[in-house]
Nanobody, 115 residues
Framework: QVQLVESGGGLVQPGGSLRLSCAAS????????MGWYRQAPGKQRELVAN???????NYADSVKGRFTISRDNAWNTVYLQANSLKPEDTAVYYC?????????WGQGTQVTVSS
């Protein structure tokens, strides 16, 4: 069974930074595409960034140049470094592992950007 546990969310002022972490259990991590999604109130869940097993990354246009996704296969963990945060980045951030055609989701962590 795959379990994903996110951490690192919180309240931050505009222009600030946060580092989100997602720890994965199970043996799929090294071969899974790992991603971060977010869902703001009243909006659909959207892709923020993902990274494949080879380290290739993909970002939403809205976060390019501000967010960085990375993974540590030795620790089964994926990270999202979020810099220059804006109020519109406020959302619940979800970790996803995509493996053998199936997505697995974490429970989400709240990020609030406000002064």
């Amino acid at each position: 069974q795959v379990q994903l546990v996110e951490s690192g969310g919180g309240l931050v002022q505009p222009g600030g930074s946060l580092r989100l972490s997602c720890a994965a259990s199970g043996s799929i991590f090294s071969s899974a595409v790992m991603g971060w999604y977010r869902q703001a109130p009243g909006k659909q869940r959207e892709l923020v960034a993902n990274i494949n097993s080879g380290g290739s990354t993909n970002y939403a246009d809205s976060v390019k140049g501000r967010f960085t996704i990375s993974r540590d296969n030795a620790w089964n963990t994926v990270y999202l470094q979020a810099n220059s945060l804006k109020p519109e980045d406020t959302a619940v951030y979800y970790c996803q592992a995509f493996w053998r055609g199936r997505p697995y989701w974490g429970q989400g962590t709240q990020v609030t950007v406000s002064s």
